[in-house]
């Protein structure tokens, strides 16, 4: 690890939790051979991503892990910025990064042809690693199948005083809402976003597994969660209550309708940083993470959708059934973020079912 990334890792940003790791070089690396990230990504899952890189190819990674305060770290260092690249959850991050102008556009014909176009940034500031699909888990004794179909039904009166979920302006419900938007328009979004709220059985709280929980206690019969939660819950050797939350609930993949979207589908992702003292190394670093080897690693470590459609999803994923997914641009949910945020304002959906 380089002194100067080293030392900017132990002082951290405000308010930033900050984890300081570093593979062990398999082989002597010179400065050319050394590469510098900061990841919102947990250490359980990119550190296996990271020895098996540096093993296949000599290039030693130093890696800051934080929770928040990213972007604002990489601003406020300018020109002296350490990092060379970043890993992280959700399009919201991977736009703010964009729109924040400290990215650099990346040509590579192996991440073009690895990752999907609507899975990346057009200007090719940023490309999708991995895939989770935004998803209900519905009671399996209160919910008859095929009662829920689509997201537009999470508005459905049918569903009164049913459903739970995490807080509106959560990025994975931004996402969803700003996807909505893209679909359907401000207006309609707006209608149903007013129909969802009234269908709360609670004020939003929680995270996406607290969702879960409320369905096997009986406090509602549809939860929203990301797929990938599911199979952490299914696997929890740690908490094995959370199994029984996972075995009360049927995943539901939404809009399968033969003529519908399928189902939304958020992204993590990585770019490369402007002034990148090792950009050739990033580069290869983030094509090596689009090839089969660590798309495989995501799939099993993480359970979540590789963005690579020639890789497969771990046999634990696949048994949630094969579902079509809504091919929507990335950039174009990024775009309508701000709306999202704006309707979940003005409907006040935080605040709960009014009655």
Known sequence: MTRFFKTIALKSVAAAAIVLSSNVAIQPASAAEEINLYSYRQPFLIEPLIKSFSEETGIKVNIVFANKGMLEKIKAAGANNPADAVLTVDIGRLYALKQAGVLDPVKSEELNANIPAHLRDPEGLWFGLTQRARIALVSKERVKEGELKTYEDLADPKFRGRICLRSGKHAYNIALIASMIAHHGNEKTKVWLEGLKANQARKPQGNDRAQAKAVYEGQCDIAISNTYYIGKMQTNDEK??????????????????????????????????????????????????????????????????????????????????????DKLSMEDIAKNRENATKLVDETNFDEGPTS
């Open 240 to 325: 094995p209550e959370q199994k029984k939350w996972a075995e009360a609930v049927r995943v539901t993949f939404l809009n399968q309708g033969a003529s519908d979207r399928g189902a939304h589908m958020n992204v993590s992702g990585a770019g490369v940083l402007k002034g990148a003292k090792h950009r050739e190394a990033a580069v290869k670093f983030i094509e090596w993470l689009s090839r089969e080897k660590a798309q495989k690693i995501y799939a099993e470590v993480n359970f979540e959708y590789p963005a690579n459609p020639k890789v497969e999803a771990s046999a634990l994923v696949k048994s949630w059934g094969e579902f079509k997914t």
